[in-house]
C-alpha cells in the first residue's frame, strides 16, 4: 500500500497519514489499536478469481436439482428455484419473495459488482461508475443470507429424514460451496486497494 493517504480510523475517528503498509503487514491506530490498513498479497486477484467461481457456483445451483426425496419407491427431485417458486404458490408470497432475494438475487448481484469493479482494476483500467458500484456493493452484502437459508434446509433435511429418503443433489453441494467461496472473496477483497487503484491516473 502506497504511503501518504490520509485516512480516518474506523472505530475512534482519528486522522492518520498512513505509511507504506507491506503486503502481510498491517497499521494500527496509536489512539485506539484499531487495523486501519492490512494488506492482503495478491488479494485483488484472489478476490476476482473467487468471485467468477462463484458466478459458476451460482448458476450450477440454479440449474441441477437441490434435494430428492424417495417415499415408498417413488422419487422426486426439486430444484432451488422450484421451492421458491412452490412457496410463492401456496400463498406466502412474502416469504417466496425474500428467499429469492437472500439466496439468489443478492449474491448474484454481489458477485457481478465485483467482477464489474475488480476485472477492469487487474487490467488497470476503471469501470465507469466504479465509486458509486463499490459503494452499493457495501449496502447489498448484508442482503446475501445464503448460510441462513442452509440452516433451515439442513434443519427440515433432518426432520423429514423419519419420512422419506433424502438425496441431496450438485446443486446442493455447489450451494454450500458457494457460501465459502463468497465468504473468501469478501475477506480477500481489500477495500483500501480498490480505493488507491480508482485514484490512480489512467
Not at 480516518?8 to 482519528?14: F, G, R
Not at 446475501?144 to 423429514?160: D, T, Y
Request: with cysteine; glycine share 6%.
Amino acid at each position: 500500500m502506497t504511503a501518504g493517504h490520509i485516512m480516518a480510523c474506523h472505530d475512534c475517528d482519528l486522522l492518520h497519514r498512513l505509511p507504506a503498509v507491506a503486503d502481510g503487514m498491517r497499521a494500527t491506530c496509536c489512539r485506539c489499536g484499531a487495523a486501519l490498513a492490512r494488506p492482503k498479497r495478491n488479494g485483488l486477484e484472489r478476490a476476482l478469481a473467487l468471485a467468477v467461481t462463484g458466478l459458476v457456483l451460482l448458476a450450477l445451483a440454479n440449474s441441477f436439482p437441490f434435494l430428492g426425496f424417495k417415499i415408498q419407491g417413488q422419487a422426486r427431485e426439486t430444484l432451488l428455484l422450484t421451492g421458491i417458486r412452490q412457496l410463492y404458490t401456496q400463498e406466502m408470497q412474502g416469504v417466496a419473495v425474500l428467499v429469492f432475494i437472500t439466496t439468489v438475487l443478492a449474491p448474484l448481484a454481489q458477485l457481478l459488482v465485483l467482477v464489474y469493479i475488480l476485472l477492469p482494476l487487474k487490467l488497470n483500467r476503471r469501470a465507469p461508475g466504479m465509486f458509486q458500484v463499490f459503494r452499493w456493493l457495501r449496502t447489498i452484502e448484508p442482503w446475501s443470507m445464503m448460510e441462513v437459508f442452509m440452516l433451515g434446509i439442513l434443519v427440515s433435511v433432518v426432520k423429514l429424514a423419519k419420512m422419506a429418503q433424502i438425496i441431496p443433489g450438485i446443486a446442493a453441494f455447489c450451494f454450500m460451496a458457494l457460501i465459502f467461496v463468497l465468504a473468501a472473496c469478501m475477506a480477500s477483497l481489500d477495500p483500501h486497494v480498490v480505493w488507491e487503484r480508482w485514484e490512480e491516473p489512467q
